[in-house]
């Protein structure tokens, strides 16, 4: 792992993605991967136990203080892409505030999704598939 920091997109771009209780305990695992050739290869990957923003915070540190040269000898990524999580996102900033942090393409639509379902809305049934096709269109455009 310690060499896929040397790849050039890894002081470009860090998609993190977390599991969420992958066992009784609680335990999450983290993923910081990079985009390469091969698709995408770990930068770290964290266990800790539950997905607070304390957890997220160590696990984080202990990249940043190992790895010297991590996101190729920047330090840290031009950006993050992660999950719809306030807990992650904010360890991020704690530990490396110079990056930014974006949500991906599935979790934006997955938000979206969410809130067109949410009874408090009121926005009717038939409504809800055209307003979702919309957006995607306007995402991808």
Same mark, same amino acid.
């Given at each position: 792992?310690?060499? /896929?920091?040397?790849? @050039? &997109?890894?002081?470009? #771009?860090?998609?993190?993605? $977390?599991?969420? +209780?992958?066992?009784?305990?609680n335990h999450c695992i983290t993923f910081l991967l990079t985009p390469?050739? /091969?698709?995408?290869? @770990? &930068?770290?990957?964290? #266990?800790?136990?539950?997905? $607070?923003?304390? +957890?997220?915070?160590?696990?984080?540190?202990?990249?940043?203080?190992?790895?010297?040269?991590?996101?190729?000898?920047?330090?840290?990524?031009?950006?993050?892409?992660?999950?719809?999580?306030?807990?992650?996102?904010?360890?991020?900033?704690?530990?490396?505030?110079?990056?930014?942090?974006?949500?991906?393409?599935?979790?934006?639509?997955?938000?979206?999704?969410?809130?067109?379902?949410?009874?408090?809305?009121?926005?009717?049934?038939?409504?809800?598939?055209?307003?979702?096709?919309?957006?995607?269109?306007?995402?991808?455009?």
């Open positions: 792992m310690k060499r /896929a920091h040397d790849l @050039p &997109l890894s002081k470009d #771009i860090v998609f993190v993605d $977390s599991t969420s +209780s992958c066992d009784p305990e390469c050739a /091969a698709g995408a290869a @770990p &930068l770290g990957v964290i #266990i800790s136990k539950g997905q $607070s923003e304390a +957890s997220y915070s160590s696990g984080f540190n202990l990249i940043k203080q190992n790895i010297k040269d991590a996101f190729g000898g920047q330090g840290y990524p031009s950006l993050f892409l992660t999950d719809n999580s306030d807990a992650e996102i904010n360890a991020l900033k704690t530990v490396w505030p110079q990056s930014r942090s974006l949500l991906c393409i599935f979790h934006v639509l997955q938000s979206v999704w969410r809130r067109l379902w949410d009874s408090k809305k009121s926005i009717k049934k038939e409504d809800r598939p055209p307003m979702m096709k919309a957006f995607r269109e306007m995402l991808y455009a």
